[in-house]
């Protein structure tokens, strides 16, 4: 469980300052693109892992109910939109999902408690984080969708 933690937050670290990354280093945004691609990747199969020692988990019923939706909506697009396209469409709502997924089984864990104390952590580190940039950012664009603070622009 305590892997299964660290990989939670080394996701939502990344995803949480991609922006002031890219922002910072902008010519590393390959790497950036790969580095979000593998945290998609663990956090989807950190929730099927959960959905297989669990099947009478009640999201299962969801999540085939969303697999089929979207998979009808490919078949009925598939002349206008590819495959590829559809299925990087899927990322999102499919990480959301898995995160809940995620976040209902450390809920049901002994390691609770630790993990509220880490995520307040992670709150309070991200919240003082986010002042300074989002001010840095203003001084630098001015008002508008260019201040976004650690979620970049």
Same mark, same amino acid.
């Given at each position: 469980?305590? $892997?299964?933690?660290l #990989?939670?937050? &080394?996701? &939502? &670290?990344?995803?949480?300052f %991609?922006g002031?990354?890219? $922002?910072?280093? !902008?010519?590393?945004?390959?790497l950036f693109?790969?580095v979000?691609?593998?945290?998609d990747?663990i956090? $989807?199969?950190?929730?099927? +892992? /959960?959905?297989?020692?669990?099947?009478t988990?009640?999201?299962v019923? +969801? #999540?085939? @109910?969303?697999?089929?939706? +979207?998979?009808l909506?490919?078949?009925?697009?598939l002349?206008? /939109?590819?495959v590829a396209?559809?299925?990087?469409? @899927?990322?999102? !709502?499919?990480?959301?999902?898995s +995160?809940?997924?995620?976040? %209902?089984?450390f809920?049901?864990s002994?390691?609770?408690?630790?993990?509220?104390r880490?995520?307040?952590?992670?709150?309070?580190?991200?919240a @003082?984080?986010?002042? !300074?940039?989002? $001010?840095?950012?203003?001084?630098?664009? =001015?008002?508008g969708?260019?201040?976004?603070?650690?979620? =970049? %622009?």
């Amino acid at each position: 469980m305590i $892997i299964r933690i660290l #990989l939670f937050f &080394l996701v &939502l &670290l990344f995803n949480s300052f %991609y922006g002031a990354l890219l $922002i910072a280093v !902008p010519s590393a945004d390959r790497l950036f693109r790969l580095v979000m691609f593998a945290c998609d990747g663990i956090m $989807i199969v950190m929730a099927l +892992s /959960v959905l297989w020692r669990n099947r009478t988990f009640t999201v299962v019923h +969801s #999540l085939i @109910l969303f697999l089929v939706a +979207s998979t009808l909506t490919l078949l009925l697009n598939l002349h206008s /939109v590819s495959v590829a396209t559809h299925l990087n469409g @899927l990322r999102q !709502p499919l990480f959301l999902l898995s +995160s809940l997924i995620v976040l %209902y089984d450390f809920a049901q864990s002994a390691r609770w408690e630790a993990f509220e104390r880490i995520f307040n952590a992670f709150l309070m580190v991200f919240a @003082l984080i986010q002042i !300074p940039l989002s $001010i840095v950012q203003f001084a630098q664009w =001015g008002a508008g969708d260019m201040v976004g603070g650690t979620f =970049g %622009y």
